[in-house]
């Protein structure tokens, strides 16, 4: 069975950093684009960040920025988030997401991702 898990998700005070991490099980996933969605009530789940399985290429919601930075280690099949300078508006349930193997398209397509975490609570407050 293919799983994402999240952890490292909590309560941290604005100003603060957290770093998520997500492991993949039962799969190898070094030939897959990870990356991390997240979903705050009321609203749409949304993009935040992704890395691609080649080149280590990234891409960033313009909201995250500069404060957000993500990383993989293919050796562990995991991908973390490093989250600096959080904001209130950053409050939300973070999801780990795969595509399908060797994707090379546009990592802002929701439609890419295949593979989905239970997530992960991050609250930031104020």
């Known amino acids: 069975q293919v799983q994402l898990v999240e952890s490292g998700g909590g309560l941290v005070q604005a100003e603060g950093s957290l770093r998520l991490s997500c492991v993949g099980v039962?799969?190898?996933?070094?030939?897959?684009?990870m990356g991390w969605f997240r979903q705050a009530p009321g609203k749409e789940r949304e993009f935040v960040a992704g890395?691609?399985?080649?080149?280590?290429?990234?891409d960033y919601a313009d909201s995250v920025k500069g404060r957000f930075t993500i990383s993989r280690d293919n050796a562990k099949n995991t991908v973390d988030l490093q989250m600096n300078s959080l904001k209130p508006e950053d409050t939300a349930v973070y999801y780990c997401?795969?595509?399908?193997?060797?994707?090379?398209?546009?990592?802002?397509?929701?439609?890419?991702?295949?593979?989905w975490g239970q997530g992960t609570q991050v609250t930031v407050s104020s």
């Open positions: 997401a795969a595509t399908s193997r060797y994707y090379s398209e546009s990592l802002l397509l929701q439609s890419a991702w295949v593979f």
């Open positions: 890395i691609r399985w080649t080149g280590g290429g990234t």
């Open positions: 039962g799969r190898t996933f070094s030939s897959y684009a």
